[in-house]
């Protein structure tokens, strides 16, 4: 889809202090995803003819390249759409494609390299192991938006859905270059979200700003949905969470808990009328 493809890199090329005037770019292909079969292409083209590799194409210094392009592989795989990636731009390839000369695989003697390409390795893992990610591309009951009104954050979080409701994964994007802790997003369902991916993972040469915890549903209304978590998010930083509804035991632990608090704040308000 050129589409996509020429929003998405127009939006990705810009400094991230410009990007919220832009966040259209992002949503634009949603319009029209279900009216065509998507693929996502990031292909040859893109990277000839001085248009630069895609790492090249990213705005910032040298780390910020890095965090950008995990940024927007993370981004395609969540997308609707099957995936096309060009060669030597899954370990970023600095120097734009040659079909005179052979891809330039010494650079995964540097880290940075070799970190870029297990993150499209993890990237591929998830996309082959969870059907949320492909099984329903071409229908809209495949994806839901939680937030895509954030452009002041450029912030983005949606839902990709399968048959069960603990086939889903949340999503959630972060286009600026500014960290948010106790960041809090929408859920679909009261239950448990771990985080599977997160683009600042150490391992991938990011930072570490990670969610190492299970997050269990707040009882806190927010993005127009009845339960939500609170998250780390990093700065041009993916966050992928997996869903886990609670057990019947764990239901009945939650009530028993939920009764003793009501129980204590009655007692409280006993003693405080008894005092008066």
Not at 33 to 48: I, R, T
Not at 107 to 122: I, P, S, W
Request: hydrophobic share 35%; proline share 4%; aromatic share 14%.
């Amino acid at each position: 889809n050129m589409g996509w493809m020429n929003d998405f890199l127009n939006f990705m090329q810009l400094d991230p202090l410009f990007r919220k005037f832009h966040y259209n770019e992002l949503l634009f292909s949603m319009i029209y995803a279900y009216s065509e079969h998507f693929v996502l292409v990031l292909s040859h083209d893109e990277v000839v003819h001085g248009k630069g590799s895609m790492i090249g194409k990213m705005p910032g210094e040298y780390d910020e390249k890095f965090s950008n392009l995990r940024l927007a592989y993370g981004y395609m795989l969540g997308h609707p759409g099957k995936k096309l990636l060009f060669m030597g731009q899954d370990y970023a390839q600095f120097s734009e494609f040659n079909e005179g000369k052979s891809l330039e695989w010494f650079m995964l003697e540097n880290e940075r390299h070799q970190q870029m390409q297990d993150y499209v390795k993890a990237l591929n893992h998830l996309y082959t192991t969870n059907p949320a990610l492909s099984k329903y591309d071409d229908y809209p009951e495949g994806f839901e938006w939680i937030n895509c009104i954030n452009a002041n954050d450029c912030i983005l979080s949606f839902v990709r859905k399968a048959d069960k409701p603990e086939e889903m994964l949340l999503i959630v994007l972060n286009f600026a270059n500014v960290e948010r802790k106790n960041f809090q997003v929408g859920v679909p369902f009261n239950g448990k979200y771990k985080e599977i991916l997160n683009s600042d993972a150490k391992a991938f040469g990011g930072e570490g700003r990670v969610n190492p915890r299970v997050k269990t549903a707040l009882e806190e209304p927010f993005d127009g949905r009845e339960y939500s978590i609170k998250i780390t998010q990093a700065p041009l930083g993916i966050s992928i969470f997996s869903y886990q509804p609670y057990t019947k035991e764990e239901l009945k632990e939650i009530a028993k808990k939920k009764a003793e608090k009501e129980k204590k704040a009655r007692e409280a308000a006993r003693k405080k009328k008894g005092a008066k």
